[in-house]
């Protein structure tokens, strides 16, 4: 044994001599983000689709359909109510409709159960007092124009992201879609046919535009 040096003691290191770590160390694994409850963070109207657009179906047709019908109308009432004395009748659903306001010479009509179609009626034509050219052509436009004006609110109003997200924004694409379609086919000029209630037979706003534009030819 060495003078000086324990036994079962290792000798020294020397001074300036390399300490290495004898193990690397691992790398921590990367910890990962608490993942959301499954359906709590999506919406129900995605989580349920069909059922998001069964509701949006059912409110357009019950609440915004009568109202859009009913603007469409009074499109044609403005002209016949600003231009004569007579009384102007406006119909949402079949003109013998259920449901009945007078408003002074305009009186409104409206059927719950059948909002897909208007009708209007000017009671001046009744005892020989008919509108003019000009005010019947402004008359047969004013429907179909207030149909497109409605449409491009509501496309506007569905783009500018108003209303609640989902159904709520569902509704005015589909309400200004609808409108937009309504503009179409009351200002192409056709006759309607089967499936169209009252209205079987009988010829679009633009039809009559065109048969009073060029003499009833």
Known sequence: ??????????AARLSGAAVTDPAPRAAAPPTRAAEPQAGLSVPWWQRQPWLALLLVALVYYTAIRPVTVLAHELGHAVVPLLATDRPVIVAVGPFRSAL??????????YTPWEPFYGTFRFAGAADGRRLTVPQQAGSLLGGPLASLLVGVVCLRLGRAGFGPPGPGRQLLQ???AMEIV?????????????GWGELAGSYSDGYQLLRLLTGGR
């Open 1 to 10: 044994m060495a003078p000086g040096r324990e036994a079962g003691r290792p």
């Open 182 to 194: 309504s503009f179409l086919y009351t200002i192409v000029p056709i006759q309607y046919g089967f």
């Open 100 to 109: 009945r306001w007078q408003l002074g010479r305009l009186e409104v009509r």
């Open 174 to 176: 589909l309400a200004a």
